[in-house]
């Protein structure tokens, strides 16, 4: 096998690592969700355990990454793609750090009817930055710069639905004397939530990066 076909090999199972660790986050935050809306404390848990998985991935793909400019010396195309790997699982692990950070938000919120009251609202986010994280991976996977820009262009309205949410909650809250304390959990969900589409919008910016090798900021 020559040099470049062994270079070219080992690139391909980085990107198949990211992929996987990709779907990992993707599915944690998918039964994340799952588990607020089923009240499901034990799911909050198992989340809660499993981050370790996604977190012991990350630091092997760090490893074969670093390997692999220390022996191959690749140009400066490759070395792009090595250096966008490794971002992009950097972010993937911080996304999956959030999904913990719901489940922990979640297990101090009963209930309530004031968090019922709001939940559709909480899941609509949810679903917006879901198929954020999903197209982005694809994006990543098929280095589809124009993808990337649609998805990052998604993060606005994420943004602008945020901010009502919050406003929203809190103004419900006050006038009609609800458990403030409740409602802070959700809005820390919420926060999450944002956080991760975020997070999607980086992976999207380092997309371009791998493929034009220049940093646009989308945000």
Same mark, same amino acid.
């Given at each position: 096998?020559?040099?470049?076909?062994?270079?070219?090999?080992?690139?391909?199972?980085?990107?198949?690592?990211?992929?996987?660790?990709?779907?990992? &986050?993707?599915? %944690? !935050?998918?039964?994340?969700?799952?588990?607020?809306?089923?009240?499901?404390?034990?799911?909050?848990?198992?989340? @809660?355990?499993? =981050? +370790?998985?996604?977190?012991?991935?990350?630091?092997?793909?760090?490893?074969?990454?670093?390997?692999?400019?220390?022996?191959?010396?690749?140009?400066? $195309?490759?070395?792009?793609?090595?250096?966008?790997?490794?971002?992009?699982? %950097? =972010?993937?692990?911080?996304?999956? =750090?959030?999904?913990?950070?719901?489940?922990? /938000?979640?297990?101090?919120?009963?209930?309530?009817? $004031?968090?019922?009251?709001?939940?559709?609202?909480?899941?609509?986010?949810?679903?917006?930055?879901?198929?954020?994280?999903?197209?982005?991976?694809?994006?990543?996977?098929?280095?589809? &710069?124009?993808?990337?820009?649609? @998805? /990052? %262009?998604?993060?606005?309205?994420?943004?602008? *639905?945020?901010?009502? !949410?919050?406003? %929203? @909650? !809190?103004? &419900?809250?006050?006038?009609?004397?609800?458990? @403030?304390?409740?409602?802070?959990?959700?809005?820390?969900?919420?926060?999450?939530? *944002? +956080?991760?589409? =975020?997070?999607?919008?980086?992976?999207?910016?380092?997309?371009?990066?791998?493929?034009?090798?220049?940093?646009?900021?989308?945000?």
């Amino acid at each position: 096998m020559s040099v470049r076909v062994n270079f070219e090999s080992q690139l391909l199972e980085l990107k198949k690592e990211i992929m996987l660790q990709g779907a990992m &986050v993707e599915r %944690s !935050f998918t039964e994340m969700m799952s588990a607020i809306k089923d009240n499901d404390e034990t799911k909050m848990k198992d989340i @809660i355990l499993q =981050d +370790r998985h996604i977190n012991e991935l990350e630091l092997d793909i760090n490893e074969r990454a670093t390997l692999m400019i220390a022996k191959q010396q690749p140009v400066a $195309s490759d070395l792009r793609q090595i250096i966008v790997a490794l971002k992009v699982s %950097s =972010d993937l692990e911080r996304m999956g =750090d959030l999904a913990v950070d719901m489940a922990k /938000a979640a297990k101090r919120m009963t209930k309530t009817d $004031s968090v019922t009251k709001h939940e559709e609202a909480l899941m609509n986010l949810a679903s917006k930055a879901q198929y954020m994280m999903k197209e982005v991976l694809k994006a990543y996977r098929n280095r589809d &710069v124009l993808e990337a820009q649609q @998805i /990052a %262009s998604l993060d606005d309205d994420v943004d602008k *639905e945020y901010g009502q !949410f919050v406003k %929203s @909650i !809190f103004n &419900v809250a006050v006038a009609e004397n609800q458990d @403030i304390q409740q409602i802070t959990q959700m809005a820390f969900i919420s926060r999450y939530i *944002e +956080r991760i589409a =975020d997070y999607c919008t980086n992976i999207a910016e380092w997309i371009i990066y791998e493929v034009n090798g220049q940093r646009f900021d989308l945000n």
